[in-house]
């Protein structure tokens, strides 16, 4: 092929081009400016009940660290950072994923001293040869009468902050979706979904990756409804809550 035929060939694709790019930009629609596109009307219910969220994981951890103090004072136990909560609104849905965090692993290793003094400082008592250790008094007087410690009473020995703040934490979520819910323009049809869990483990090993439990509560807005206008009492909403975890 000649020179010249190549560069007539060549004008003749770009002059395609030229008259094929109107034709097209006649047929997509321009893209709208930023601030023109709708917004969502329930946006601020659900930016309001994220904040509600928020404060409610904030508290049990507070609670725990009301807990803590009570088994040992010197012990200020909470948690590493704040909760993040995400919330979303479809057609028939109210979603809210919630990232609770950990306790602080310096305050929990600090803990685990205070467990080990005090069980290093546990004396064995000298009991006699056949009397029960808990009918003699540390001076082998004579049979005394033990007073047991209260087994609810929090002490070191059964202290487990992880599963107190799991606990207080459950307690909190549920709480809010029955209580506090009610910022929420919710209708017959919807659902309110609550999906809580750790944060993401990072830089651990992906073939073994850690365990991070997720709790999932869900309640239909007929219940909520129905809560809000007395037909059917608190304990009759809760237990018309759908609980699962993972």
Excluded at 89 to 110: G, Q
Excluded at 195 to 202: D, H, I, L, N, R
Excluded at 213 to 235: A, F, M, N, P, Y
């Amino acid at each position: 092929m000649k020179r010249s035929e190549v560069m007539m060939r060549t004008a003749l694709f770009g002059l395609t081009l030229m008259l094929a790019t109107p034709a097209l930009a006649q047929q997509v629609p321009p893209l709208p400016a930023p601030g023109s596109l709708p917004d969502d009307p329930v946006k601020p219910h659900v930016i309001l009940f994220e904040s509600a969220l928020r404060q409610v994981i904030d508290g049990a951890g507070q609670k725990l660290a009301e807990r803590a103090a009570i088994v040992e004072p010197r012990l200020v136990l909470a948690p590493d950072r704040l909760a993040e909560v995400r919330g979303i609104h479809l057609d028939d849905l109210f979603y809210f994923d919630i990232l609770i965090p950990d306790l602080n692993p310096v305050a929990m290793r600090v803990m685990n001293i205070y467990r080990q003094q005090q069980t290093g400082n546990a004396m064995p008592v000298n009991v006699p040869a056949g009397q029960p250790p808990d009918k003699v008094n540390a001076n082998n007087a004579g049979p005394v009468k033990v007073i047991e410690p209260d087994p609810m009473t929090p002490t070191l020995a059964n202290f487990d902050p992880t599963r107190d703040y799991s606990a207080f934490s459950r307690e909190a979520i549920m709480n809010a979706l029955l209580d506090l819910s009610v910022v929420l323009p919710v209708k017959e049809q919807d659902k309110v979904t609550i999906s809580a869990s750790g944060f993401p483990v990072t830089g651990g090993n992906p073939l073994y990756p850690q365990s991070n439990r997720k709790l999932v509560v869900t309640i239909k807005g007929s219940d909520l409804i129905e809560l809000r206008q007395g037909k059917i009492s608190r304990d009759e909403a809760k237990s018309r809550i759908k609980e699962s975890r993972y």
